[in-house]
């Protein structure tokens, strides 16, 4: 069982180049999650997704686009990398039956830009 | 006020040694709690949810008081396995979780 898929594990960019993240959750979860984590941060939500075809912002979604067109796949975008946007990206997915579930994460992707 | 606060750490601890982190969190109508681990450049994994009668899961021990906002997690017969970041998660707003910044655990031999 695979459970959530990134893709890519590691990636470097030039400022102003674009790029997707993909998340892949084989568990049939209706809500999917984009997070950042930075040293001494903490982990921090930039978008979500209760559902196929739904998306809403988090804590910091400001140069990020995220699109849910199958239930399984939760895309982050990045238009025009920043060396702001240098982190490690994390999805996750839960189940919601009348209390929102834990999270399942997947390994993460190292994003670094320069 | 950060809607939910730990410790940092690091604790530093012997193998062997039993351990505590308290958690606590600002928003009184929250529902779901949970523990998580994660380790050095890896992915958070469920350590275990917080259930409001306290729970526990071998050497670990949970527990939830809602008259003080507060969780805790208890740590028996540390091991040196046991190190790691703990993370403090509470769902306070409908769809999300938050996060905690994370307790770091040390256990020494």
């Known amino acids: 069982n695979a459970g959530v898929t990134q893709t890519p594990k590691f990636r470097v960019l030039k400022t102003g180049q674009s790029m997707t993240l993909l998340c892949a959750q084989d568990?049939?979860?209706?809500?999917m999650y984009w997070y950042r984590q930075d040293p001494g941060m903490g982990l921090r939500l930039i978008h979500y997704?209760?559902?196929?075809?739904?998306?809403a912002k988090g804590e910091v979604p400001d140069g990020y686009n995220v699109s849910r067109l199958k239930k399984q796949n939760f895309l982050l975008g990045l238009e025009s990398a920043a060396p702001s946007q240098t982190s490690v990206y994390f999805c996750?997915?839960?189940?919601?039956?009348?209390?929102?579930?834990?999270?399942?994460f997947g390994d993460g992707t190292r994003l670094s830009i320069l | 006020r950060k809607e939910v606060e730990q410790d940092p750490g690091p604790f530093n601890v012997p193998e062997g040694a039993t351990v505590a982190f308290n958690c606590t969190y600002s928003?009184?109508?929250?529902?779901?709690f949970f523990w998580y681990r994660q380790d050095c450049r890896k992915e958070p994994k469920l350590l275990m949810s917080v259930y409001s009668s306290g729970n526990e899961d071998g050497r670990f021990t949970a527990q939830l008081n809602r008259a003080s906002q507060y969780i805790s997690l208890l740590i028996r017969d540390s091991k040196l396995s046991d190190s790691a970041t703990y993370l403090c998660?509470?769902?306070?707003?409908?769809?999300?979780?938050?996060f905690g910044g994370g307790t770091r655990l040390m256990v020494k031999p």
């Open positions: 997704s209760v559902g196929e075809g739904t998306t």
């Open positions: 998660v509470v769902n306070n707003a409908g769809n999300m979780l938050t």
């Open positions: 568990m049939n979860h209706e809500y």
């Open positions: 996750a997915s839960s189940v919601h039956r009348g209390l929102l579930g834990p999270q399942h």
């Open positions: 928003n009184s109508a929250s529902q779901s």
